[in-house]
């Protein structure tokens, strides 16, 4: 059982940047590949980024891609987001998960066993 808890939300100006946090508990975290994931008011959820379990690989869906970082910290059982340059469109609840090693597609929300309980990102124009 891992529990997430994402951190990091907050009002920020077009351009602006923020850093998210997801807090896991356990001991295995090393073992977990970590995805991040989006909703937007009247919208259905979608993929960020994510960051294979052994650190080597990381994918970003294209809407973010030269502008977010993901990452993670081992020792401190901790997955980042680094966002810079802001648009208002980023604007959205943003969640992070969990699934054991790389046992299915790092795209679907599907393969992801837990998730957090989100946290808000309002970017203002």
């Known amino acids: 059982q891992v529990q997430l808890v994402e951190s990091g939300g907050g009002l920020v100006q077009a351009g602006g940047s923020l850093r998210l946090s997801c807090a896991a508990s356990?001991?295995?975290?090393?073992?977990?590949?970590m995805g991040w994931f989006r909703q937007a008011p009247g919208k259905e959820r979608e993929f960020v980024a994510a960051?294979?379990?052994?650190?080597?690989?990381?994918y970003y869906a294209d809407a973010v891609k030269g502008r977010v970082t993901i990452s993670r910290d081992n020792a401190k059982n901790t997955l980042y987001l680094q966002m810079n340059s802001l648009k208002p469109e980023d604007t959205a609840v943003y969640y992070c998960?969990?699934?054991?090693?790389?046992?299915?597609?790092?795209?679907?929300?599907?393969?992801?066993?837990?998730w957090g309980q989100g946290t808000q990102v309002t970017v203002s124009s």
């Open positions: 960051l294979r379990w052994t650190g080597t690989s990381t």
């Open positions: 998960a969990a699934q054991q090693y790389s046992r299915g597609s790092y795209y679907y929300q599907t393969n992801y066993d837990y």
């Open positions: 356990g001991r295995t975290f090393n073992t977990y590949t």
